[in-house]
């Protein structure tokens, strides 16, 4: 009997194919992960017309006047990433709902008025309102949440928000005077929303 | 037994007649969010006092040209936010059907006699209106599935007829268009005159 000799490469095959046995499911969304917390936090503002439409303001305001409102981009992200882990510290401030509400009127004005602002009172404005989202974002974590992984997330959605409204704000006022208009009736369109839900506040219905 | 050919056949008449009476199926409820936008969204243009009366600030914009054609769709969703939060607040407010006719009535016959008054003039009763439009709009906001969904909706409404009214103004640069747009004014009017006429009982 003869015998023939095994070439490398078959053996090399012959020790790995068992290998493979081993293997674990490979999952293609990491939502069935730890890391599905990070898109929690990205999915909770993303999903709540309370924080997207005052976001979309602060857009709006910097895309008027981005030379002065770029400083919002830096402001907004660090105040939410506070505001996030404030929640976790002292979860029990019932006035930040006022304070969110607050900011549809306040925005939504300075964007219809298209008032100049100084940059400085753009940054502190964005600042403050980063810090009263980011606590009501942050209060939608519980117990089983890692807030390492869903504050990144509300800050990320946040800041790509935000970015993109003022980007396209100002390429497109800048290309088209009318667009200015559009943007600040939309301003006014935020007021009005804001004015309204004012109504619906406890302090009047006792 | 045997079952008679015109029994059976009326019995077949019946059960058609039957499926006549079914109501129909809504695969969607309308609840939540979607609801509330859809209730907001619909409220001013299923309302044609409501309706009319917002296209005709757009074409009284239009006539008026710079700066009222902005002006005045920006000044009314703020005004009108005023009105709308006296109505969910609950404060009542007098005649508030007079005022949305009449609203129709003098805003299209503005528009049919290419009224011009000066800006302030011409701003103040816009605004003026405003407040009963949004009172009316803001009555049914703390009934809504979803109130802000609601606000976001009507409010959307209310921009998109102005602007509705402000591109159909823009045929005022043509002197065919200038007389369309008159005559779409005629018939705002001619509509709240209806609804002023309905508010007094004087028509169904």
């Given at each position: 009997m003869t015998t023939r000799p095994i070439s490398r490469s078959a053996a090399l095959g012959g020790l790995c194919a068992p290998i493979l046995l081993y293997s674990g499911a490979a999952n293609a969304?990491?939502?069935?992960?730890?890391?599905?917390n990070f898109y929690d936090g990205m999915l909770h503002p993303l999903t709540a017309l309370e924080h997207m439409i005052p976001w979309l303001a602060i857009g709006l305001l910097i895309g008027l006047q981005p030379r002065a409102g770029r400083w919002m981009l830096l402001t907004f992200p660090i105040g939410l990433a506070l505001g996030t882990i404030l929640a976790m510290l002292?979860?029990?401030?019932?006035f930040v709902t006022a304070i969110n509400l607050g900011s549809f009127i306040l925005l939504g004005a300075f964007v219809a008025l298209a008032a100049p602002l100084p940059p400085a009172v753009l940054g502190a404005l964005a600042l403050a309102l980063g810090i009263s989202h980011g606590y009501s974002n942050g209060l939608?974590?519980?117990?089983?949440?890692?807030p390492w992984l869903f504050t990144p997330g509300a800050v990320t959605v946040g800041y790509l928000v935000v970015l993109m409204a003022a980007a396209a704000t100002a390429a497109v006022s800048r290309k088209w005077s009318a667009a200015r208009i559009v943007v600040r009736a939309a301003g006014s369109w935020i007021f009005a929303i804001g004015v309204l839900m004012l109504g619906t506040s406890p302090i009047w219905h006792g | 037994m045997l079952i008679k050919p015109q029994s059976s056949l009326a019995a077949a008449t019946a059960a058609a007649l039957t499926l006549l009476a079914a109501g129909p199926a809504f695969a969607?409820?309308?609840?939540?969010v979607a609801g509330g936008f859809t209730s907001g969204f619909l409220h001013p243009i299923f309302g044609l006092d409501h309706l009319v009366a917002m296209v005709a600030v757009g074409l009284w914009g239009a006539q008026l040209g710079r700066p009222a054609i902005y002006v005045l769709p920006i000044a009314f969703p703020a005004v009108m936010a005023f009105g709308g939060f006296l109505g969910v607040v609950g404060v009542p407010l007098p005649l508030v059907e007079v005022g949305v006719a009449a609203s129709a009535i003098i805003l299209g016959l503005s528009v049919a006699f290419v009224m011009k008054p000066s800006l302030t003039v011409a701003g103040l009763i816009v605004a003026a209106f405003a407040i009963f439009h949004g009172h009316a709009h803001g009555m049914e906001l703390p009934d809504a599935a979803n109130p802000l969904a609601y606000g976001v909706g009507f409010v959307l409404a209310t921009g998109l007829l102005h602007l509705t009214g402000i591109l159909i103004g823009l045929?005022?640069?043509f002197p065919a268009g200038a007389r369309a747009v008159r005559a779409c004014g005629a018939v705002i009017a001619a509509i709240g005159f209806y609804f002023l006429a309905a508010s007094a009982g004087l028509v169904a």
């Amino acid at each position: 009997m003869t015998t023939r000799p095994i070439s490398r490469s078959a053996a090399l095959g012959g020790l790995c194919a068992p290998i493979l046995l081993y293997s674990g499911a490979a999952n293609a969304h990491l939502v069935n992960t730890r890391f599905g917390n990070f898109y929690d936090g990205m999915l909770h503002p993303l999903t709540a017309l309370e924080h997207m439409i005052p976001w979309l303001a602060i857009g709006l305001l910097i895309g008027l006047q981005p030379r002065a409102g770029r400083w919002m981009l830096l402001t907004f992200p660090i105040g939410l990433a506070l505001g996030t882990i404030l929640a976790m510290l002292a979860p029990g401030l019932g006035f930040v709902t006022a304070i969110n509400l607050g900011s549809f009127i306040l925005l939504g004005a300075f964007v219809a008025l298209a008032a100049p602002l100084p940059p400085a009172v753009l940054g502190a404005l964005a600042l403050a309102l980063g810090i009263s989202h980011g606590y009501s974002n942050g209060l939608a974590m519980n117990a089983a949440t890692n807030p390492w992984l869903f504050t990144p997330g509300a800050v990320t959605v946040g800041y790509l928000v935000v970015l993109m409204a003022a980007a396209a704000t100002a390429a497109v006022s800048r290309k088209w005077s009318a667009a200015r208009i559009v943007v600040r009736a939309a301003g006014s369109w935020i007021f009005a929303i804001g004015v309204l839900m004012l109504g619906t506040s406890p302090i009047w219905h006792g | 037994m045997l079952i008679k050919p015109q029994s059976s056949l009326a019995a077949a008449t019946a059960a058609a007649l039957t499926l006549l009476a079914a109501g129909p199926a809504f695969a969607h409820t309308e609840t939540g969010v979607a609801g509330g936008f859809t209730s907001g969204f619909l409220h001013p243009i299923f309302g044609l006092d409501h309706l009319v009366a917002m296209v005709a600030v757009g074409l009284w914009g239009a006539q008026l040209g710079r700066p009222a054609i902005y002006v005045l769709p920006i000044a009314f969703p703020a005004v009108m936010a005023f009105g709308g939060f006296l109505g969910v607040v609950g404060v009542p407010l007098p005649l508030v059907e007079v005022g949305v006719a009449a609203s129709a009535i003098i805003l299209g016959l503005s528009v049919a006699f290419v009224m011009k008054p000066s800006l302030t003039v011409a701003g103040l009763i816009v605004a003026a209106f405003a407040i009963f439009h949004g009172h009316a709009h803001g009555m049914e906001l703390p009934d809504a599935a979803n109130p802000l969904a609601y606000g976001v909706g009507f409010v959307l409404a209310t921009g998109l007829l102005h602007l509705t009214g402000i591109l159909i103004g823009l045929l005022v640069a043509f002197p065919a268009g200038a007389r369309a747009v008159r005559a779409c004014g005629a018939v705002i009017a001619a509509i709240g005159f209806y609804f002023l006429a309905a508010s007094a009982g004087l028509v169904a």
